[in-house]
């Protein structure tokens, strides 16, 4: 128990400072439920520090993304109120180690979901649905890491930014996204890249952080993954994602 608080305090310094860090896998012998017992510690120190969990978000649900990484499994993270960026507004190069972003879509829940549903019931839980960008920042060297070493690392969760909320009937099936840098076409991809419908990976994170004795939660956030490969994020970018249906979402890269 102690060295997995020591190790949570290792991962979150390392998020809070920006600095980079070896992987814990070269030292410690890991499993999953002490790499999600490490997440789950880290977090608790950000809400020791006044931030107010208010979502979670899914990872490596698509092909593109498992690829890209090396690992072929589906992960989860909290989301924090601090990772919230206003649509529009600047990042910080600075206050990240090597941020990436990826094309998303956001799910807004009105009611719980709890255990094992079906993706009609977790559909059937959602309020609104949003286009949305996931600033990826993992803490390890080179962006680097074993599939115990990310869900440590809170599945590398960093910034997110939402675009305007839409009516959660609109067929989220099979819409287009295309995601650009300074106007420049980056990723084009489609939402059934997410595990076939980002409705399933939503069902999937009622089953996943049920294995942790969570539910979740009325008023939460869900991001449901990326739908391609991320790219890495400079200073002076201006990044925009288009989704068909469901609107734009976009922000810009400072430093400082
Ligand atoms: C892990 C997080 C993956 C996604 O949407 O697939 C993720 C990483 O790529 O660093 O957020
Ligand atoms: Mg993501």
Request: hydrophobic share 45%.
């Amino acid at each position: 128990m102690k060295l997995l608080a020591e190790l949570a305090r290792t991962v979150d310094e390392a998020a809070r400072t920006a600095t980079e860090i070896p992987q814990l896998a070269d030292s410690h012998d890991l499993g999953l439920d002490e790499a999600y017992a490490i997440q789950a510690l880290s977090i608790r120190r950000r809400q020791e520090r006044g931030e107010r969990v208010i979502g979670m978000k899914m990872g490596l649900t698509s092909r593109a993304k498992m690829n890209q990484m090396g690992v072929h499994d589906v992960i989860w993270g909290r989301l924090t109120d601090a990772m919230r960026v206003e649509d529009g507004e600047a990042i910080c190069f600075d206050r990240y180690v090597h941020p990436r972003v990826e094309p998303e879509i956001a799910f807004l829940l009105k009611r719980p979901l709890e255990g094992l549903v079906t993706m009609a019931e977790a559909l059937n839980a959602v309020e609104a649905v949003a286009p949305a960008l996931e600033i990826i920042d993992s803490r390890y060297k080179n962006f680097k890491f074993s599939l115990p070493d990310v869900i440590a690392d809170n599945s590398s969760s960093s910034s997110f930014v939402l675009g305007a909320w839409n009516r959660p009937d609109i067929d989220l099936s099979n819409l287009g996204m295309v995601m650009r840098f300074n106007g420049k076409v980056m990723q084009v991809g489609s939402s059934a890249a997410i595990l076939g419908h980002p409705g399933r990976s939503l069902a999937a994170a009622s089953r996943l952080v049920a294995a942790g004795g969570l539910r979740l939660e009325a008023g939460w956030i869900v991001l449901a993954g990326g739908a391609t490969a991320a790219d890495a994020l400079s200073p002076s970018l201006s990044v925009s994602l288009d989704v068909q249906h469901l609107g734009a979402t976009g922000f810009t890269v400072g430093r400082g």
